[in-house]
């Protein structure tokens, strides 16, 4: 008997998914699948991960993925080629396209998935060698308005603090933040400082999200209006004597005039009340915590980026900091928790238009020493265009070629309908991508390059406080599939730029990028990781997460430029990439370093005069006025188990449970205004696009505010793309889209029919059918809505389902029920039925046209259940979980995990399981007679 195959090694890596950066340890298990685990080792989660980090296990198949290099047919079609024929395309494309209308005719768009090496690659082809910074990314849509809001203050893009000061501050501030969704981990360590140390929490937001479950305070403050409120807050602080005026004298400038624009615009309390629609108690209290807490961490996220005026908000946050001298201490300072797992990555290398690299910027002496490390050609000497006007330019017909990587803009940028109309417009449109079908991907690119992906690629990732953590391969790469900072290092040297882009490793990269960060920096910038540049190839393998700074070693030789830095690195590196030897778990570097870094306690601001700057926000203003049209206001975000576009989260069934139909969240009083049902179906329309969605009545949400979250795509439902409704409307300093305020109508919709499909294989269901498609165990679901009568369906059975199979089936007027069989098992099903009948589980008799074929059981019939899952981990959905508090068998989230295991292993579940507890206690406190 053959021994069996020993496993392969466990390696240390980081998530792809969220800003907290997650370490995890991967256990491959040989044939393409591997189990994960939090990293016990890893500073920013210390072994914890939550509901989606857990199931990347499910994430890792290869039969949704772009495998070979494919070009554009003249007659439209896609066929394989060769990546020699394909980079041949891309470089000749773009020669062609430089030569003929210059080199700002072309753009990149890059992303926050993409590592920091494939980054700096892509940037220095652009800026140094292309000569145009065209170079955008989808962080412009994540948090823009925190570089803007950082550089105008610091002088530069820093984040002053670390995740540590979560569990050492005794007030934390969330504020445009559902962190306990969009950072699990991270908020589950700001809940444990309030278990432990009696930390408070306060939640800002227009919208009661599962974040406001833990908050001793919080404030549905009014859409837009968080100026006004910090604005309060800072004349709050002057008034009642809160301020350092020492650290404002010594290490500020610009008190004076941010305090004045302050009073105009939040004079008092009753002021600051009227203007955010807060009542005054609240606004009192909120500034009285603040004033008389010493240690306080104000976080923020895309409540408060996403925004026309994003720069100011955030502005407003830091001047209250400033002037508190609360930054740059234990438990003190404005923390920007960061959307995506790179976006900091992304912002080191410069990868914003509006950045250079290594957080430099335009200046001349910015460009001519950038010039000097690359020895480049042809260098940007000005900003480029931002996402949103990248994509009008688009359209204009002013960028002809556009190379996308690792992104889908053609589903989330705002106005997503006009990018997917601009696209069609390229004479060259490039897309480095993982999987074969995306709404970019099938938006008509003329060459598609198969990229790495997690868990194939290997590189570096910076998180929201600053920690640099290593991505390692564990799996091989597959198809033909390559590293990003590959393939563009091959187009570079098909444009004539070989030797500048000769990297041998992706540790090559990261010495060059590493050694730039500390080219002339001296300490004058904040960004210097120079300390990483000489770092052997084995030593990169076992890096550490590490905190920057890390400041140069002293080392002539690295003062002499990218092509030398290179040189004198590397050690028996491959130019292909495979995964790197790892040793076992037990055996792997320990992540802590057990040192924290802060930036501006004492000053030291990277300002001309090295002070920080308060700023005079203008007033707090919504854009686009509401109308008797679009009288309401569209906001936009996450859920807790999907990522983005669903391309990688879609594909888990056990996170399909948690929300999987799209949905709008919508106030009691305006579902009834629009004659709105709970569970019923809502045409949601903007000036810019509508889509039809589930309805969800909750008291969650602000009257005149509805919800409608980002995930949904062409792809994964038939017309639930949140930002083709959202406007293009930008902040004047960040140029980051205003996704939270959008004006917008809602008004019912009602089908006749509802039901569903599932396969083995992608379907194309009859037009004008709602659907939505998620993951089931092997294969695919689809939730259907539909006017169309029963014989549709049963025709359509026959041209979708019944190829292989033979139908048993049930067909009466008002519904349709088949199973397709094959070798007697449940190859495919679908049941339609009237939607104002309720959902039967049973399905009678089955017709059997051969009358050979036994029946089988469809064992996805429990996934007609209406309830969502709360636990994804364990299957529980509400309706377990209200019983159990209705029983009284559970009155605390403890009890819960006792009676039903849910919110005991990842606790991604625990704000919602605190909320609804909450929730049925109130039902029943309210049916108690009255004694
Ligand atoms: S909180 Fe979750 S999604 Fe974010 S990095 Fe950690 S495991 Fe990944």
Redesign the pocket.
């Known amino acids: 008997m053959n021994a069996p195959l020993p496993h392969p090694p466990a390696v240390r890596t ?9 370490g ?1 340890i991967v256990q491959p298990d040989g044939p393409g699948g591997a189990t994960i685990a ?1 990293d016990p080792t890893h500073p ?2 210390e072994g ?7 199931a990347l296990g499910e994430t890792l198949a290869l039969d949704a993925r772009l495998l070979h290099p494919m070009l554009r047919q003249p007659d439209g079609s896609l066929a394989r080629a060769s990546w020699d024929i394909a980079l041949d395309r891309v470089a000749g494309g773009l020669k062609d396209i430089v030569d003929r209308h210059g080199p700002d005719a072309v753009a990149f768009y890059l992303s926050g998935q993409l590592l920091t090496e494939d980054y700096y690659v892509a940037n220095k082809l652009m800026k140094g060698f292309i000569g145009s910074a065209n170079v955008d990314t989808n962080s412009r849509l994540c948090m823009a308005s925190s570089v803007a809001g950082h550089r105008r203050a610091f002088g530069s893009d820093t984040v002053p603090g670390t995740y540590a000061d979560l569990d050492e501050a005794d007030l934390i501030v969330l504020t445009g933040s559902n962190a306990a969704w969009c ?4 908020f589950q360590r700001m809940v444990r400082n309030k278990a432990e140390r009696g930390a408070r929490i306060v939640v800002i937001d227009p919208r009661r999200t599962a974040t406001g479950a833990d908050a001793d305070l919080f404030l549905p403050v009014a859409p837009g209006m968080d100026t006004a409120l910090f604005s309060g807050l800072l004349v709050h602080l002057a008034e009642q004597d809160a301020l350092d005026e020492s650290y404002i004298r010594l290490h500020t400038s610009g008190f004076n005039d941010a305090l004045a624009r302050a009073k105009a615009i939040a004079p008092d309390i009753d002021a600051t009340a009227q203007a955010t629609g807060l009542e005054a108690a609240q606004v009192r209290a909120f500034f009285d915590l603040f004033r008389t807490t010493a240690r306080v961490v104000t976080c923020y996220s895309q409540g408060v980026n996403q925004s026309a005026q994003g720069t100011d908000k955030v502005n407003a946050i830091i001047n209250c900091h400033l002037a508190t001298g609360r930054i740059g201490k234990p438990g003190c300072g404005p923390f920007s928790l960061t959307g995506q ?1 790179n976006a900091m990555g992304g912002r080191e290398v410069g990868g914003l238009a509006n950045m250079l690299a290594a957080h430099m910027g335009f200046s001349p002496a910015e460009v001519d020493r950038v010039r000097r490390f690359w020895d480049a050609p042809r260098m940007a000497e000005r900003e480029g265009l931002k996402a949103v006007q990248m994509f009008e330019a688009i359209a204009r017909g002013e960028i002809k070629a556009l190379w996308v990587m690792a992104t889908n803009p053609a589903v989330s940028l705002p106005r997503a309908g006009a990018v997917r109309e601009a696209l069609g417009k390229l004479d060259l449109f490039v897309v480095s991508e993982n999987v074969l079908s995306n709404d970019t991907v099938n938006a008509g690119p003329h060459v598609l390059l198969p990229a790495a992906a997690w868990g194939e690629k290997d590189g570096t990732v910076t ?1 929201s406080e600053r920690r640099i953590s290593r991505q390692r391969a564990f799996l091989p790469l597959p198809g033909e599939a390559r590293p990003d900072w590959q393939i563009v290092s091959d187009v570079a040297a098909k444009l004539g730029h070989a030797d500048a882009f000769a990297y041998r490793s992706v540790a090559d990269v990261c010495r060059e990028h590493a050694a730039l960060s500390g080219f002339e920096n001296g300490g004058t910038r904040d960004f210097d990781i120079g300390g990483l540049a000489s770092i052997s190839d084995a030593d990169y393998d076992a890096l550490a997460p590490v905190q920057w700074p890390v400041p140069q070693t002293p080392s002539p030789s690295l003062e002499k430029g990218g092509s030398d830095c290179r040189r004198q690195s590397g050690e028996g590196s491959t130019r292909t990439a495979t995964p790197t030897r790892q040793p076992p778990a037990a055996d792997l570097p320990l992540s802590g370093e057990g040192k924290e870094k802060r930036f501006f306690a004492d000053g030291g601001f990277f300002t001309p005069d090295r002070k920080g700057r308060f700023i005079a926000t203008e007033p707090p203003a919504l854009k686009e006025a509401t109308s008797a049209d679009f009288p309401l206001r569209l906001n936009t975000g996450r859920i807790r188990d999907q ?1 983005h576009t669903m391309t990688r989260t879609g594909m888990s069934p056990r996170l399909a449970t948690h929300l999987p139909e799209p949905f709008v969240e919508v106030h009691p009083g305006d579902a009834a205004r629009a004659s709105l049902v709970d569970g019923g179906f809502a045409r949601v329309a903007t000036a810019h696009g509508a889509c039809i969605v589930k309805v969800v009545v909750t008291e969650d949400q602000q009257p005149g505010s509805i919800f409608l979250p980002i995930h949904w795509s062409g792809d994964t439902a038939s017309c639930a793309r949140a930002d083709d409704l959202v406007s293009a409307c930008t902040d004047p300093h960040s140029g980051q889209p205003e996704a939270k305020a959008t004006p917008a109508s809602i008004a019912p919709v009602v089908f006749a029919m509802r039901g569903l499909v599932r396969t083995h294989r992608p379907v194309v269901l009859p037009n004008a059918t709602w659907w939505t498609r998620v993951a089931a165990a092997d294969g695919h679901e689809y939730r259907i809505a539909t006017d169309h009568g029963p014989l549709m369906w049963h025709d359509f059975a026959y041209r979708m389902l019944a190829a292989d199979a033979k139908l048993a089936e049930h067909l009466d007027q008002r519904s349709y029920r088949a199973e397709a069989i094959v070798d007697g098992e449940v190859d495919g099903l679908i049941w339609i039925g009237p939607t104002d009948q309720p959902l039967s589980l049973e399905l009678g008799t089955l017709d059997v046209h051969d009358d050979g074929v036994p029946l089988a059981q469809i064992a996805a019939i429990s996934l007609f259940k209406t309830e969502p899952v709360v636990c994804a981990c364990f299957g529980v959905d509400a309706a377990r979980i209200r019983n159990a508090v209705a029983s009284g068998s559970a009155g605390t989230v403890a009890e819960i995990g006792q009676a039903t295991q849910a919110g005991t292993n990842c606790g ?1 579940c625990l704000p919602e399981l605190k909320r609804m507890i909450a929730q049925e206690r109130a039902k029943l406190r309210t049916k108690e007679p009255v004694k």
């Open positions: 980081t998530c792809p998914y969220c800003g907290v950066g997650c995890l939090g920013a989660n914890r991960i939550c509901s989606k980090g857990s950072h699990p981990v991270l797992p998180n990522w991604s």
